[in-house]
């Protein structure tokens, strides 16, 4: 009995409490992200009468304001947290109107857009178009 106590406590205690202690097992965040996903919002107007104006966030980022002229695209990347929502959403602008859409968010553009590993928005006069190949677009907002 006495040399099992002296056992934990010489041996077992001090190699628990020096895994503890190692900075690599210290909670990371970035071996929690497993994929990454490219947004683009693109600019798929059919005129150049007005920048259509957008600013993007998540809940950690701001990524500022960018003005997008016909056919141009703002695009980012991020690695999707494994065990947290991610959300993206974006305020667009074009001359009078406005509207926020979401167009990242885990568990809804993640599924479709985790077969090609991106998410493409299309702007266009009558609203905003989703694909996840650049190729078939499915209307999902209005602007009103
Ligand atoms: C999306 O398609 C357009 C039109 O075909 C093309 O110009 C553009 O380069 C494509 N973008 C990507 C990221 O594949």
Known sequence: M?????????IIFPIIFQIFQTPTLAFD???FRLFTYTVHIINGLNNNDNPLIIHCYSNDDDLGEHALW?????????????FKFTHFWCVM????KKKTI?????????VYCHYTG???????????YFSNDNESWL???EWY
């Open 70 to 82: 016909m056919k141009n695209e703002f695009k980012f990347l991020f690695g999707e947290h494994m």
């Open 118 to 128: 991106n998410c493409f928005w299309s702007t266009r006069e009558d609203g905003f």
């Open 93 to 96: 602008r074009l001359g009078l």
């Open 102 to 110: 979401d167009v990242f968010r885990t568990g809804y553009e993640s």
């Open 139 to 141: 209307k999902r907002y």
């Open 29 to 31: 965040e970035d071996k």
């Open 2 to 10: 006495h040399n099992r106590t002296h056992f934990f406590l010489l």
